[in-house]
């Protein structure tokens, strides 16, 4: 059964940092995996999906990381903004277009 | 192109009542899925309709049913609510559901259900 854990839970940061936030899961069998950001109350958008074949995806200030044989991917964050705060979800999927989720990590960017 | 539309935004209901959360898909799209997602926790895979059949279920009880319409729109349902239902409901849709597992899914806003 896969899971998936996100490190850290949370994560406090002032405006203007480079921070990484951090996604393992168990079975390196996935076809792709996914970062969604999610506002307080609200669904998901999804901010990069980096398929099984490739190492990395940039998009802006986002650049997400894939290790499939060590069952890791990282999320960077370059510049924070205070509108940069909502909790970043990650996903693997592993066929039949399910997603498997992790918890999430809550980030608040400070002014 | 519009994406997935889901109803009711929010609902309250009582414990032992039935509820149906309605999703529309995006278009082109003919594969939907149900996710669950309790406060502080991510989604929770429901079940997944392709072209009206049910193609995948998570460990669910049988009391969480759905269906899959012609125009590809669905519905969730939830019979003998318990106060641990209570959560955000999400609706994704795609296209297609074999094994490749390479299509992204587009999710909607959520409708989000209180059991009191």
């Known amino acids: 059964k896969q899971e998936v854990t996100q490190i850290p839970a949370a994560l406090s940061v002032p405006e203007g940092e480079n921070l990484v936030l951090n996604c393992s899961f168990t079975d390196s069998a996935i076809y792709n995996l996914q970062w969604f950001r999610q506002d307080p109350g609200k669904g998901l958008t999804s901010l990069l999906l980096?398929?099984?074949?490739?190492r990395e995806q940039t998009s802006g200030r986002l650049n997400a990381s894939l290790d499939k044989s060590s069952g890791r991917s990282t999320l960077y964050i370059a510049a924070s903004q205070p509108g940069d705060s909502a909790t970043y979800l990650c996903?693997?999927?592993?066929?039949?277009?399910?997603?498997?989720f992790g918890k999430g990590t809550m980030l608040l960017v400070s002014p | 192109e519009t994406g997935v539309t889901q109803s009711p935004t929010h609902l309250i209901k009582t414990r032992g009542q039935q509820v149906t959360l309605r999703c529309s898909s995006q278009s082109g799209h003919n594969t939907v899925s149900w996710y669950q997602q309790a406060l502080g926790q991510g989604p929770q895979f429901i079940f997944q309709y392709y072209r009206e059949e049910e193609n995948g279920r998570g460990n669910f009880p049988p009391r969480f049913s759905g269906l899959q319409f012609p125009n590809y729109s669905s519905e969730l349902n939830v019979n003998a609510l318990e106060l641990d239902d209570s959560a955000l409901y999400l609706c994704a849709s795609t296209w297609g559901a074999g094994t490749s597992g390479a299509n992204v899914l587009t999710f909607g806003a959520g409708s989000r259900l209180t059991v009191l």
């Open positions: 996903a693997v999927n592993s066929g039949y277009s399910t997603l498997t």
């Open positions: 980096i398929q099984s074949s490739q």
